[in-house]
Nanobody, 116 residues
């Protein structure tokens, strides 16, 4: 059974940094897969923050450009989201997402809270 397991969330002060990790089952960890990080703030919809397209390009939401970086390590089947210069509005539940061969997979989410 394919799985996505996120980790790395927590409490961070404004201006600080945090790196999220998502371990992906090897069977769906493909350079041809869509891999993304979504964020859901309380009372709001789940929005795409950063992604690898099926062509391997990186995309970012305007609100995080220049501050967040998505990367992946094929040796350990892991997708990362490096967050720097975080702001209170970055607070939310962060989900890892993989879309591959017509199927969509979600992790359980990891909470990020930006507060002083």
């Amino acid at each position: 059974q394919e799985q996505l397991v996120e980790s790395g969330g927590g409490l961070v002060q404004p201006g600080g940094s945090l790196t999220l990790s998502c371990v992906v089952s090897q069977s769906i960890f493909s350079r041809h897969a869509f891999m993304g990080w979504y964020r859901q703030a309380p009372g709001k919809e789940r929005d795409l923050v950063a992604s690898f397209t099926t062509g391997g390009s990186r995309t970012y939401a305007d609100s995080v450009k220049g501050r967040f970086t998505i990367s992946r390590d094929t040796l350990v089947n892991t997708v990362y989201l490096q967050m720097t210069s975080v702001k209170p509005e970055d607070t939310g539940l962060y989900y890892c997402n993989v879309q591959y061969r017509g199927s969509v997979y979600w992790g359980q989410g990891t909470q990020v809270t930006v507060s002083s």
